[in-house]
């Protein structure tokens, strides 16, 4: 039991520093072009990271039949859209 709780601060760590190097990115976006995304920066690495993990879980719940990366190119623009 103990083991598992360790693991799941540890997961937790590791999607905070996903978040936090996301919103870092957006930031610097608007630092390096002048202009922003018309949404909050911490609003769209949370929605980001929540597509992210939603992949990740739905490849575990399948028993790894299927990847994230499947249709990747048909998400990408669904995501996209919304960091615009």
Known sequence: ??????LQGRINQ?????????????????????EGYTL????LASQLLAFC??????????EFKYRPTDDF???WPLVAAQLQ
Do not use: H, N, P
């Open 14 to 34: 590791l999607f905070e520093r996903i978040e936090a190097q996301l919103r870092q990115v957006m930031r610097e976006k608007k630092m390096r072009e002048g």
């Open 53 to 62: 993990e939603g992949m990740l879980s739905r490849f575990v719940r399948s």
């Open 1 to 6: 039991m103990f083991e598992q709780d360790r």
């Open 40 to 43: 909050d920066e911490t609003l």
């Open 73 to 75: 190119d048909a998400r």
